[in-house]
């Protein structure tokens, strides 16, 4: 029983764990459920008994990185975009404004 609790519990943290290591070049859902050796169906099942999902997980990643860039780096607005996997700065500009209720400009400028 132990194991079972377990490991339902470390889903989340497996996912962002192995979504970090691939930043830059992030794992999407079935290389993720690959390397946690699970069916994709599986790991959303397990997610979703942690009340998640690996688009939450992903935009958690990719918002903490993009934090950590722009208060640590001097890094433009739109590299910071591409290193969190966005290929459109404009796009990249709104999801982090959903994230955040501020521009990447504004959060660089009172961080």
Do not use: C
């Amino acid at each position: 029983m132990l194991r079972e609790i377990n490991r339902i519990e470390n889903t989340s943290a497996a996912v962002r764990r192995l979504l970090i290591q691939s930043a830059g070049n992030f794992l999407n859902i079935d290389e993720v459920a690959e390397k946690l050796h699970v069916s994709k169906s599986t790991l959303g099942r397990r997610l979703e008994s942690e009340s998640n999902s690996f688009r939450t997980i992903i935009d958690e990643v990719k918002n903490l990185l993009a934090q950590k860039y722009l208060t640590s780096t001097d890094l433009t607005v739109a590299d910071v975009a591409h290193l969190v996997d966005y290929t459109d700065t404009a796009s990249f500009r709104r999801a982090f404004l959903r994230w955040n209720k501020m521009t990447p400009a504004k959060f660089r400028e009172t961080n």
